[in-house]
């Protein structure tokens, strides 16, 4: 691995570092896709890309809580009728596909985009 710099001193010294520390992550999440075991790499991703912040709801919305029904992570909830998305999501686009009024886009990125509309399984509930 090669880093270009143009610090001095401390910067250079501090760059070698982070070289180095980058050098042993790439040999070991390597060591680990060859495993087949991707887990390292899973909480990284989770931890810096995957947020429901920009999870919402238009004025389309009728607060009919389909969204909240089909979250498997039970991370939406209705307050004052529209859904509120918590930290827990892992972006499976449940509450996007199923609602019945296209109500809920992910900032502009879903806005126009076509919705997977087949029939939505019920919740199963787990064994208490």
């Given amino acids: 691995m090669v880093l270009y710099f143009t610090g001095t ?3 250079r010294y501090l760059a070698r570092r982070i070289a180095e520390g980058l050098e042993m ?4 999440l390597n060591a680990c896709i060859k495993a087949g075991d991707t887990a390292p790499v899973n909480p990284v991703f989770y931890r810096f890309f995957v947020k429901a912040d920009a999870f919402r709801a ?3 919305c009728i607060g009919c809580g389909r969204c909240v029904e089909l979250c498997p992570l039970n991370n939406v909830h209705l307050k004052n009728g529209k859904p509120v ?3 827990n999501c892992t972006h499976c686009m449940a509450c996007i596909c199923y609602c019945p009024k296209e109500a809920i ?5 879903s ?5 997977h509309h087949v029939e939505a399984p ?7």
Avoid: F
């Avoid at 992550?25 to 070991?28: G, I, N, P, Q, T």
């Avoid at 019920?122 to 208490?128: F, P």
């Fill in 122 to 128: 019920e919740k199963k509930q787990k064994d208490v």
């Fill in 105 to 109: 886009e992910y900032s502009e990125k």
């Fill in 111 to 115: 806005k126009g985009k076509p919705r």
């Fill in 9 to 11: 001193g401390n910067s």
């Fill in 58 to 60: 238009t004025d389309a």
């Fill in 85 to 87: 998305w918590g930290k």
């Fill in 25 to 28: 992550l790439l040999y070991d």
